[in-house]
T-cell receptor
Framework: DAGVTQSPTHLIKTRGQQVTLRCSPK?????VSWYQQALGQGPQFIFQ???????QRGNFPDRFSGHQFPNYSSELNVNALLLGDSALYLC??????????????FGPGTRLTVL | AQSVSQHNHHVILSEAASLELGCNYS??????LFWYVQYPGQHLQLLLK??????LVKGIKGFEAEFIKSKFSFNLRKPSVQWSDTAEYFC???????????FGQGTELSVKP
């Protein structure tokens, strides 16, 4: 049973560019959340998707957007990249019916470096 | 604002020493608490979680945590650490039945063999 998978593993972009990160949830999960983990910090919640809609959003600018597909996979898009967007981007999945009580399973992350 | 704070940024212990990592959460209604661990080169994994009931929670690999409501604390403990416990540990919370995890800054644990 595959866990949460993310692609790519690493990415290098320059300021002003746009980036798309991808996530496939654990089998049987329908809710996907995205987190940003800056170096030396704890993960920060970006947003959560369920039924192809953004259900919750953290304190991130509109440059950060997402999408969820009918197969529950998800994308995170970041426009107009800034140096400060350099971080590890984590995807986590869970079941909506027990989201409160179930743990969120995390993927390995995508390391984004903005030059 | 809802927040989680961890007292120690870096803890260094010798094998067999006892461990206690501090975690405090802010008041914000109904809270559920978690400890996650991130081993070098690996993804975040759940150590233990508290939703209700017995305030002493046992997790994997011999870890436990105690929920003390009056102190807004959820400290992680292990009686005897091993070299393989070297990792970064994150305390996290969800509030009011939301799915958003709020993480502390993390504590890096180094265990000397």
């Amino acid at each position: 049973d595959a866990g949460v998978t993310q692609s790519p593993t690493h990415l290098i972009k320059t300021r002003g560019q746009q980036v798309t990160l991808r996530c496939s949830p654990k089998s049987g999960h329908d809710t996907v959340s995205w987190y940003q983990q800056a170096l030396g910090q704890g993960p920060q919640f970006i947003f959560q998707y369920y039924e192809e809609e953004e259900r919750q959003r953290g304190n991130f600018p509109d440059r950060f957007s997402g999408h969820q597909f009918p197969n529950y996979s998800s994308e995170l898009n970041v426009n107009a990249l800034l140096l400060g967007d350099s971080a590890l981007y984590l995807c986590a999945s869970t079941n909506s019916w027990a989201a409160l009580y179930n743990e969120q399973f995390f993927g390995p992350g995508t390391r984004l470096t903005v030059l | 604002a809802q927040s989680v704070s961890q007292h120690n940024h870096h803890v260094i212990l010798s094998e067999a020493a006892s461990l206690e990592l501090g975690c405090n959460y802010s008041y914000g209604g109904t809270v559920n608490l978690f400890w996650y661990v991130q081993y070098p080169g690996q993804h975040l994994q759940l150590l233990l979680k508290y939703f209700s009931g017995d305030p002493l929670v046992k997790g994997i690999k011999g870890f436990e945590a105690e929920f003390i409501k009056s102190k807004f604390s959820f400290n992680l403990r292990k009686p005897s650490v091993q070299w393989s416990d070297t990792a970064e540990y994150f305390c996290a919370a969800t509030y009011n039945q939301g799915g958003k995890l709020i993480f502390g800054q993390g504590t890096e644990l180094s265990v000397k063999p």
